[in-house]
């Protein structure tokens, strides 16, 4: 067990209530360790960025969240119909002698791609980013927009 100590937050190992070691330590420090390396490991391969896709005003919303890049890290193309956003993070603060006991953010690169339907004008296609968010707006052209038919008296 681990606890905090005095002003300087050091810290300091507490003993094991049993002083006995387990015969299954060995194998527990092993997939312990395998386990990190391999979570590490899959975590910087398979870094998939939440996407939601909104309609709002007749505009179709993307919102991309990446956070820890900053607007040069993030490469937008659009071929034909397909959108795609690309883009990589790196882990923070790697300096030689870091150990990790648990990591749950995701590094490395990553790759979205839509395919974007007919009714959006891509020439009018926008995209913002603020505070790790990367919001991409597809207005659609106006003569597929929804619009209100008046009914009269007939």
Do not use: C
Not at 9 to 36: C, G, H, I, K, Y
Not at 55 to 73: C, F, T, V, W
């Amino acid at each position: 067990m681990i606890r905090v100590t005095g002003s300087n937050q050091q810290t300091e190992r507490q003993p094991e209530s049993n002083p006995v070691p387990s015969p299954f330590r060995l194998f527990e420090d092993v997939f312990n360790a395998w386990a990190m390396r391999n979570a590490l490991d899959r975590r910087r391969e398979a870094w998939r960025p939440p996407v939601d896709i909104l309609e709002n005003d007749g505009n179709l919303i993307l919102r991309i969240e990446i956070p820890g890049l900053e607007e040069k890290d993030i490469d937008l193309k659009l071929d034909g119909k397909t959108l795609t956003i690309q883009g990589e993070r790196s882990p923070e603060g790697e300096a030689a002698g870091t150990n990790y006991h648990q990591v749950e953010s995701f590094y490395g690169s990553f790759s979205r791609s839509f395919d974007l339907p007919d009714s959006v004008d891509r020439d009018k296609i926008s995209a913002a980013f603020r505070n790790g968010v990367l919001t991409i707006t597809l207005p659609q052209r106006p003569e597929v927009k929804p619009r209100l038919i008046q009914v009269t008296k007939g």
